[in-house]
Nanobody
Framework: QVQLVESGGGLVQAGGSLRLSCTAS????????MGWYRQAPGKERELVAA???????????YYRSSVKGRFTISRDNAKNTVYLQMDSRQPGDAAIYYC?????????????????WGQGTQVPVSS
């Protein structure tokens, strides 16, 4: 039932910035956690960042250690949209990025409701 549409992907120079957007429909966005996964060629899909519907004891956001201080996740419940601001892009950030909607399990436990990951949005990093 959950439908997610990512946008904003594209080539960015190393050291540059890019913002991804994801708009959700068919679910209860404001009651769910949201997050971003990514998968590079030959690598496992990994959770990059997540944002919860409420504040937990450790805060309402999660960031993979490799992106801390460089990426920022935010959400606008009025627009059913989650964003990922990516600054200081590195070659290791090149991947296909996937937006996910999760049951409200906490920012570090972002598990997709949908069984289909979809196509994601490709974000290469130029050298």
């Amino acid at each position: 039932q959950v439908q997610l549409v990512e946008s904003g992907g594209g080539l960015v120079q190393a050291g540059g910035s890019l913002r991804l957007s994801c708009t959700a429909s068919g679910g209860t966005f404001s009651s769910d956690d949201m997050g971003w996964y990514r998968q590079a060629p030959g690598k496992e899909r990994e959770l990059v960042a997540a944002i919860a519907t409420i504040t937990w004891n450790g805060g309402n956001t999660y960031y993979r250690s490799s992106v801390k201080g460089r990426f920022t996740i935010s959400r606008d419940n009025a627009k059913n949209t989650v964003y990922l601001q990516m600054d200081s892009r590195q070659p290791g950030d090149a991947a296909i990025y996937y937006c996910v909607q999760s049951a409200p399990l906490g920012p570090s436990a972002c598990i997709p409701r949908a069984s289909d990951w979809g196509q994601g949005t490709q974000v290469p990093v130029s050298s």
